[in-house]
């Protein structure tokens, strides 16, 4: 009778079940890691991989909900910190944060108006776009990396964009809070956050009642490009260097976010905070590989079996939720 009461929750609120799969996923990892994974100086680790890798999840659940895919985000989260290193020793940090988010901005336009106005589905067109934007970062690089010297990554600006730390917490993680609560309350009480769910709901029927549909989508994509940029400048801020390669299958791992969290592929359902949860699973499966040992081959093949297991576990628990 008391799981039975648990069902209506479950079924109201789709991230339910990986907020399941992140508790016990810490609790073996604590467990079975002698701490060597539950220590301060790693979950801090773990966390600060979370808020680079949950900005662009972010903007890749908004895109979700208008029921189109962006698989673009990987190319634009390198090109927006190869844009930021690059002018940061040139100008003012902060001017070159917002280039490199005008271009993630444009690299999202770019998108939005090719699906829109020609009508190809958002999986080529933003296939094409990765490997476009992936091509100009490797040519702009040619091998090499752009970077800052340390001894230059000095001063408030280049703190705040991912350089430094709150109380041990690398400053990104403020960002993604920040954002989090924008775009929550945009979806949940503005006239924009209704559209967007509709147009994934039925674009035939929300184009009916009067929403632009081609417009929330292009706002969409152009969001995503932005918060991918964004997280790309962050990351960069952070590290001090960056390549062409910078981001390589980021876009998995943000869609994966997504679709661990509750987004529902084919739009018109999305859940912010659970594409960060997924985001955390994501992060604390890589460093607990890390942490135990395995070697780096076997990344992508422990991670893409837990992820499958985890999204089958959920799924599960959805089923069951509907089940009288």
Known sequence: MALAALKPLVRRHAEIGIFLIAALLVLWFSASSDGRWANFYNLASVLQV?????????GVALVIGTGEIDISVGSTFGMGALVYLWLALRVDP?????????????????????????????????????MIFR???????EGFSFS???????????????????????????????????????????????????????ASSAHSRGVRVDRIKLAAFVLSGVLAAFSGTLEAGKLGFADGSMGRLMELQAIASCVLGGCLLAGGRISLIGALVGAFVLSSIQSYLVVMGVKPQWFMLLLGIIVVAAAYGDRRLRNWSVTR
């Open 148 to 202: 800052i010297p340390y001894g230059d990554r000095s001063g408030a600006t280049y703190w705040a964009l991912g350089g430094g730390d709150l109380l041990g917490i690398n400053t990104a993680l403020v960002w993604l809070v920040v954002i989090l609560v924008v775009l929550t309350v945009t979806l949940k009480m503005t006239p924009f956050g209704n559209r967007l769910l509709a147009v994934g709901g039925s």
């Open 50 to 58: 979370t808020a680079t890798l949950g900005l662009m999840s972010l």
């Open 94 to 130: 902060a001017l070159a944060m917002l280039a490199a988010v005008a271009v993630g901005a444009a690299i999202g336009a770019f998108n939005g108006l090719l699906i829109t106005r020609t009508g190809t589905p958002s999986l080529i067109i933003t296939l094409g776009s990765l």
């Open 135 to 141: 091509g100009i970062a490797i040519a702009l690089t």
